[in-house]
């Protein structure tokens, strides 16, 4: 499976980001779908993840009520939609796709894009 992360860019603080990750060479629906980000000098984060149906999500509680993450089946891609971003959410955001039902641990999933970065200004 590859994936290919994109709608990174410059905003300021306050302001909103909608990521994409397109999904292809395997089935879409088999995966739960995940967000990680990466800050500079930080370590790996659980940001969001949705189950294969789309039916049941998780955030990481620094994003609750700010993120939203959704998947759309049919077209092989997920979202992140990021909503009143603060300085503190700048880092590189990875797609990930994994074959367990539902996992915050990076560890735990199998396929990773390349990462889109988002950088929040204030």
């Known amino acids: 499976v590859q994936l290919q992360a994109s709608g990174g860019g410059l905003v300021q603080a306050g302001g909103s980001l909608r990521l994409s990750c397109s999904a292809s060479g395997g089935p879409f629906s088999n995966y739960a779908m995940g967000w990680f980000r990466q800050a500079p000098g930080k370590e790996r984060e659980f940001v969001a993840v949705i189950m294969r149906s789309g039916g049941v999500t998780s955030y990481a509680d620094s994003v609750k009520g700010r993120f939203t993450i959704s998947r759309d089946n049919a077209k092989n891609t997920a979202f992140l939609q990021m909503n009143s971003l603060k300085p503190e959410d700048t880092a590189v955001y990875y797609c990930?796709?994994?074959?367990?039902?539902?996992?915050?641990?990076?560890?735990?999933?199998?396929?990773w894009g390349q990462g889109t970065l988002v950088t929040v200004s204030s």
């Open positions: 990930t796709a994994g074959r367990i039902p539902f996992s915050r641990n990076w560890d735990a999933y199998d396929y």
